[in-house]
């Protein structure tokens, strides 16, 4: 149990960092990177205490009841393999924060940063622990959105939106496929547990889906571990600032691809397919990335593509298979992280201290910062594989793998020769990037001069990554041969080779493909160094490479081209067009089910109800008929009868014992309609008297148009009456009468469907209503309306306003505002038993408040009341979460609603459930997204000077002295309350 609980602690530390950086100030940069440090260390703390638990092959689990009956759970576990990729990211993690206090400016949002950085945390955490495939496919999705966030940290920047798109849509595609995958996957083996997963290898090898699952999977691996074709994303993502690219882009989030390779090869790997394909990738993308990184000018673009390079190297070994090669896949990983990042964050120190990356300009920075110096040479150097270096290692098990005998392939044979030809490159940059930087001639030209060592807080992370590279290098069985042993478990279990990590094996093979790649790779760089110090650009020569041109082409007639050939071909040009082809399929497809249906049980009978809601309905008709007859000439009157329309719909529910329904229904027509009004006088103006509008075409097509909504509203009734008239037969809707009241403790069914049985849908649709507030919100800040809206013409004498047509009094309205919110308790309490509920309640306080903006002016009524309804969506959504997630408390699936009854004195027994308090987190955001929504279309009208409905005239003057004040106060024009 402790084991469990520490394991669920390690899942939640991440983000608790995030949301408390996320609400702590800029300024306090100190506490920030603090706060960041110290949740990084609680998660090594709490990885060191769980070892004992994963050594050995241990595993350690726990879970969360999500959907019991689809075998969807949150499930978490931790291996040998797992609990050391998760040490290297927490430990990088630790690393990159404190690097980052020193790195980044002090106009930076280093609140938005931190949280960010721990989110990421969060996110990879998912990958990498969890114990269900669709839980990690969606964690591997959450690590592409937020690395693109980080990506476009700099967002003033085009190159960082550039970059963080282009790294979006090749990781999300990826994410996609991986869905896919894992969705089929789970249906061959029969279950979406990893464990059971990993069991089944045989049986997925064997099953006529696997060449699809093995597609789907490697497309997800090579997107996010940066494998050619789909390389050109990560060279782009170096925009980001360094610390982002020595966390995400070196050590943790690349490294999720070849994390999958490793973890999913006892069940897709060993095959025929799997050599072929992620061997050649991974020295396709080694071979191209070496030779990339050589020719590169900018920093941190020679690492990017030898970051490339690495992780071909490792996806190469996962495609070898064999024991030895995952062994060594799974020690580079290791290495690589550690060495990589410390370079970037060398990169990083070099651009701080002298303001460029161009490696055309840098030279003999050992003069200057010697000690920066001392530990890039030694980064470098275990890029290149120099030995007592931790990349020697690893690189040598690499070249003992790559001449092994796999099978009699030709790709098998040549493995030596490329892994040869490549690790000559690795040299060849590793050495010009000590070389060009750090010795020659003093640089003249620097911004930054002279440049100096950085602060030796901000050189600590970078001093112990190197001196983990020294001590793996010279001790690597005492610091590493335990846990590689206890990840290879993981992996290959009962298969797991015996396997010594030390630093002499002999004269072999694998020595003297070293050596000589290191006498080829020093003898290319120093040939050609003039040549590369004297290239006039960045992108001549191959180092563009045209895989972003392909992809920029790809994008261009996806989201471009082939949408507006599409839409040339099969829509209208117009909005009516559009609805008239929709209406026209739908007949269609009615028209072609009809022949051999029994749409008509029985004929209907005509009593005196009936005929009363015919005529009920006759009037709604004529509403229908003079809405579209005065949209065109009178926008108002229109109005006014669509919502008469909506008045028949609420008494149809009403009639149709439906009383919840229209109670809903009520207050949302009025809501509607007042925002409609409100929005009225933001539309262009329309004359009557429009040419060419009574010729015989316009009547044409007018009478086509009411030919096809007869057609189309009466096979709407006829269905509707045959659902309605069909003789009764069980359905869903009797389970939930039956059960109501025992399975959620309510007699309002309509309610305990919204708050029990699918309040997870719920819980979606008032995040999209929040997203849909704030996105007018969002719009209307930048609204600018045209100017004969924005300053509509003055009345002529003898003109009737809208003000004098329509008088409210503002005294009345604030006296009804208590009653409103009288009413709005009264529906949200009694809403689990009888109608009403949360979304009634929000929306009917919604409309008390309007009816005070409507009423007064905007600065008078916000002087007295503080409206803040982001808050309000943000509490709502939330309190539903939380109350979703504290079933699990008692481990009970997500949502689970507990009802029971209470005693109080006096009232007696109370219904109380959690659904109710899930309830009023709806109530919260539909309050704050309706009154959102209003104060944005007020603070419009007041931001261009537009109408502002004024007091009644008998109270103005005492409204007056109030009304100055609370002007004065306002002190500027007011921006929306939010």
């Not at 970078?462 to 042993?485: K, S």
């Not at 497809?589 to 005196?608: C, D, E, M, R, Y």
């Amino acid at each position: 149990m402790i084991a469990e609980n520490l394991l669920t602690l390690l899942v939640v530390l991440p983000f608790l960092g995030a949301v408390l950086a996320a609400t702590m100030p800029d300024e306090a940069r100190d506490a920030l990177a603090a706060a960041a440090a110290m949740t990084m260390l609680a998660m090594l703390g709490v990885l060191f205490a769980l070892q004992g638990w994963v050594a050995e092959g241990g595993t350690v689990a726990s879970s969360v009841r999500w959907l019991d009956s689809l075998g969807l759970n949150l499930r978490f576990r931790i291996d040998g393999f797992s609990w050391l990729m998760m040490v290297i990211v927490a430990g990088i993690g630790l690393m990159v924060v404190i690097y980052a206090r020193y790195y980044m400016g002090p106009q930076e949002a280093f609140s938005r940063f931190y949280a960010l950085i721990l989110a990421f945390t969060g996110a990879m955490s998912g990958v990498l622990m969890s114990g269900n495939i669709i839980l990690l496919a969606v964690s591997w999705e959450l690590t592409s959105v937020v690395s693109f966030l980080l990506i476009s940290y700099w967002h003033q920047r085009p190159e960082a939106r550039r970059g963080a798109r282009v790294a979006l849509s090749v990781t999300v595609a990826g994410g996609l496929c991986l869905l896919v995958a894992m969705l089929m996957l789970g249906h061959v083996a029969g279950s979406y547990e990893l464990d059971v997963v990993l069991a089944s290898g045989a049986q997925v090898q064997a099953h006529p889906l696997y060449p699809t699952i093995l597609t789907l999977t490697l497309l997800a691996a090579f997107t996010k571990s940066a494998q050619v074709p789909f390389h050109f994303w990560l060279p782009n993502a170096m925009a980001a600032p360094t610390p982002v690219s020595a966390y995400l882009h070196s050590a943790t989030m690349v490294k999720a691809g070849v994390f999958l390779l490793v973890r999913f090869f006892p069940v897709l790997g060993g095959t025929e397919p799997w050599f072929i394909v992620v061997v050649g990738t991974g020295m396709i993308t080694m071979t191209l990335g070496g030779i990339v990184a050589l020719i590169k000018q900018d920093l941190k673009g020679l690492l990017a593509y030898s970051t490339i390079s690495h992780l071909g190297l490792i996806t190469a070994l996962a495609g070898i298979g064999s024991p030895a090669a995952i062994v060594a896949a799974i020690f580079h990983i290791v290495n690589h992280a550690v060495f990589k990042a410390s370079l970037f964050m060398a990169a990083g120190i070099v651009d701080h201290e002298t303001g460029t990356r161009d490696m055309r300009r840098l030279s003999g920075l050992r003069h200057w910062m010697p000690e920066t110096t001392v530990l890039a040479v030694v980064a470098a150097a275990a890029m290149a594989g120099v030995p007592l270096l931790n990349g020697f290692l690893s690189k040598e098990m690499f070249f003992e793998a790559a001449t092994a005998w796999n099978n009699d392939s030709l790709l098998d044979a040549a493995l030596p020769y490329i892994a040869t030809f490549a690790s000559m490159f690795s040299v060849a940059y590793s050495l010009r990037f000590i070389h060009t930087v750090f010795f020659g001639p003093r640089a003249t030209d620097l911004p930054k001069m002279p440049p100096h060592e950085p602060p030796a807080a901000m050189r600590r992370p970078l001093e112990l990554l190197v001196l983990i590279c020294l001590g793996v290098g010279i001790f690597p069985q005492l610091l590493l041969g335990g846990v590689l042993r206890d990840a290879a478990l993981a992996v290959l279990g009962e298969a797991t080779p015996e396997f010594s990590l030390k630093l002499w094996h002999g004269f072999n093979v694998p020595l003297m493909m070293s050596l000589a790649a290191f006498i080829a790779g020093t003898l290319i760089y120093v040939l050609g160094r003039s040549w590369l110090n004297s290239r006039a650009g960045d992108e001549a020569g191959p180092g563009r490479f045209e895989a972003l041109l392909a992809y920029e082409w790809v994008i261009q007639a996806v989201t471009v081209t082939m949408p507006r050939r599409l839409h040339a071909l099969t829509t209208a040009t117009s909005l009516q067009g559009q609805l008239l082809a929709v209406v026209l399929i739908a007949i269609a497809a009615a028209v072609a089910v009809i022949p051999g249906t029994v749409w008509w049980p029985s004929s209907p009978v005509f009593g005196l109800p009936e005929s009363v809601f015919a005529m009920l309905w006759g009037l709604g008709a004529l509403c229908a008929v003079g809405t579209a007859w005065q949209a065109k000439y009178h926008r108002f009157a229109a109005l006014v009868m669509l919502s008469g329309v909506g008045l028949m719909t609420v008494m149809s529910f009403a009639w149709l014992s439906a009383p919840d329904l229209a109670v809903t229904q009520l207050v949302v027509e009025i809501t509607t309609t007042i925002l409609l009004l409100l929005g009225l006088r933001w539309l262009p103006q329309r004359n009557a008297d429009i040419p060419g509008d009574n010729d015989w075409p316009s009547r044409a097509r007018r009478s086509r148009d009411l030919v096809i909504a007869i057609i189309g509203g009466g096979g709407m009734a006829a269905i509707s009456y045959a659902v309605m008239a069909a003789p009764s037969v069980p359905s869903v809707g009797d389970w939930f009468l039956r059960n109501a009241y025992g399975e959620g403790g309510g007699t309002n069914v309509v309610n305990v469907i919204l708050t029990d049985f699918r309040a997870f849908d719920t819980l979606g649709e008032i995040v999209v209503l929040g997203i849909v507030a704030l996105t007018v919100f969002a719009l209307l800040r930048r609204f600018r309306p045209a100017p004969e809206s924005a300053h509509p013409p003055k009345p002529q004498e003898g003109d009737v306003s809208l003000e004098d047509m329509i008088f409210v009094p503002a005294l009345l309205m604030r006296w009804m505002f208590p009653v409103t919110v009288m009413l709005a308790a009264y529906f949200f309490l009694r809403g689990h038993d009888l109608p009403g509920g949360g979304f009634a309640a929000g929306v009917t306080l919604a409309i008390g408040l309007t009816l005070q903006y409507i009423a007064t002016d905007v600065r008078w009524i916000e002087a007295r009341m503080v409206v803040l309804p982001i808050r309000w969506i943000a509490f709502g959504v939330c309190l539903a979460a939380v109350v979703g997630c504290g079933s699990w408390l008692f481990g009970y699936p997500f949502l689970t609603a507990h009802a029971q009854y209470v005693t109080f004195p006096i009232v007696g027994r109370v219904p109380a459930a959690t659904a109710m308090v899930f309830d009023l987190g709806v109530f919260a955001v539909v309050l704050g997204s309706v009154t959102l929504i209003v104060i944005s279309i007020a603070h419009q009208s007041l931001r261009v000077g537009g109408h502002r409905s004024r007091p009644p005239a008998d109270i103005a003057a005492a409204q007056a002295a109030d009304i100055a004040a609370a002007r004065a106060a306002a002190k500027q024009e007011a921006e929306p309350a939010a």
